[in-house]
């Protein structure tokens, strides 16, 4: 039996070992991968997607309404009982009879101070400013995974640090365990390591939690259906751009203005307030209205000359009915209402002007504010720079003194510390810049929304 049961345990290892390794591999994200998912996928932005539906059905109804509208009065048949007047004969019928009818009817509007014209324009402006809301929802969307992004890269870096760093301190442990055992160091320093050793764990646990949450917030953004996530972006290209340098405020606001779904919304704001104006003073002025239609009846009470009951198809024809009504309606006395609808729709027109341009001045803004910070980062990453190789390399003159035993253990983890906070400062900026990066070149117009498909033909 032990023979037997070696090689099927042996089967059921390879075969643990072959899922594990085939089963849950995972795929690497890139940026654009994640923000293309995004796109498609994120609930929000498929619940905009139908507000701009909603929008483009509105605006499609208006073309509609100019079209007349023509009615059927369904045929129906009426049973009447007791004393009654026959509609048909217009006489005094007191037995059950049963009697039915008929009508079709058209009607438009020929004057109305170009009311419609001015909601279909009104409409369409609505449509248009859906499928704007829909465009800057995108961009949101895709600063929102680009900034998560970003901080799962700067978490992975952290705790790569933070790693490296305690298995240094754990070879540093070994070395001075070895040597008290000699009697070479104090158990002193063999205490302050253990020590150091200790908190390098908490650090990298908290560290490792804080990638996770990253990973968790990237993913439920994109709603996809996983917890965890491996990135396709190796923290070494993320580098300091000086192209950026020397960006003119003013140019990059001219160009964001053509573009810019938030600044073409406020546009359309102010359109659509015009237009509504327009429809609103509408309502002072005449309104003329055409009416055309024909109905029939029948009757078993209507009858011919020889006393008899006319025939059905012969009544259809001789009940028949035809009108055309041209009536004119001209407003008079509304209670105020129509001047009040006015004058709030002139204060509309005033508002959604100083709304446009209040927005032109927060864009306007947040532009000079990213070119600032992205010189102000160019500066404080050089000086970084410089002082992650001062402190490297005063660590590597501690880590030489300490072998010698010319200073201690805690002096050896302060300019470790030093080293550990510059390289973390080095990595935070140059995420940050990889994000300026993005952001300018949005307003600039050349950053592009990545698609499912331009990935898969990629």
Not at 177 to 203: C, F, H, P, R
Not at 256 to 265: D, E, H, N, S, V
Not at 270 to 284: D, E, G, Q, V
Request: glycine share 4%.
């Amino acid at each position: 039996m032990k023979i037997m049961g070696r090689p099927l345990k042996t089967f059921l290892f390879l075969c643990f070992v072959l899922h594990n390794s085939f089963g849950f591999s995972q795929k690497s994200w890139t940026l654009d991968e994640c923000i293309a998912y995004a796109l498609e996928h994120n609930l929000g932005q498929q619940n905009q997607t139908y507000n701009e539906a909603i929008g483009k059905e509105n605006w499609r109804q208006s073309k509609r309404d100019l079209i007349p509208q023509i009615g059927v009065g369904s045929p129906s048949y009426a049973v009447n009982y007791g004393r009654t007047i026959d509609p048909i004969t217009n006489t005094i019928v007191d037995t059950k009879y049963g009697s039915g009818n008929g009508s079709l009817s058209s009607s438009i509007v020929l004057f109305e101070t170009f009311k419609k014209w001015n909601t279909l324009a009104f409409q369409k402006i609505q449509f248009e400013t859906s499928k704007q809301a829909t465009e800057q929802y995108k961009y949101d969307l895709a600063f929102k995974i680009m900034n998560l992004f970003n901080d799962v890269l700067f978490n992975e870096g952290a705790l790569s640090i933070v790693t490296e760093q305690q298995a240094i301190n754990l070879l540093y442990l070994k070395l001075i365990d070895s040597q008290v055992k000699l009697g070479m160091k104090a158990k002193a320093d063999l205490y302050d390591i253990e020590a150091t050793v200790s908190t390098d764990e908490l650090n990298v646990l908290q560290a490792n939690n804080r990638l996770k949450e990253s990973k968790l917030a990237l993913t439920q953004e994109m709603n996809l259906p996983q917890n965890d996530i491996e990135l396709l972006a190796p923290l070494e290209n993320q580098s300091i751009n000086e192209s950026l340098l020397g960006t003119n405020a003013e140019s990059l606001f001219n160009n964001a203005q053509k573009f810019l779904p938030a600044l073409q919304i406020g546009a359309l704001d102010l359109m659509a307030a015009k237009k509504n104006l327009a429809i609103t003073r509408s309502s002072f002025f005449p309104k003329l209205t055409f009416n055309t239609g024909i109905n029939t009846g029948y009757s078993p009470n209507r009858l011919d000359a020889s006393g008899n009951e006319m025939e059905f198809w012969e009544q259809i024809k001789t009940n028949t009915n035809k009108y055309i009504v041209l009536s004119l309606y001209i407003p008079i006395f509304g209670n105020g209402r129509n001047w009040s609808n006015t004058k709030i729709a002139k204060i509309n027109i005033q508002k959604a002007d100083v709304d446009l341009k209040q927005k032109e001045q927060l864009v306007y803004k947040e532009i000079q504010k990213l070119i600032q910070k992205n010189e102000a980062l160019f500066a404080e990453e050089k000086l970084n720079s410089k002082k992650v190789e001062l402190k490297e390399l005063a660590l590597t003159i501690a880590q030489k003194k300490f072998k010698n035993g010319l200073i201690s253990i805690y002096d050896l983890q302060v300019a470790n510390n030093e080293f550990i906070g510059a390289k973390i400062d080095q990595l935070q900026m140059r995420i940050q810049f990889n994000i300026q990066k993005k952001t300018l070149d949005f307003y600039n117009g050349d950053f592009i929304l990545p698609s499912t498909i331009q990935i898969t033909n990629n």
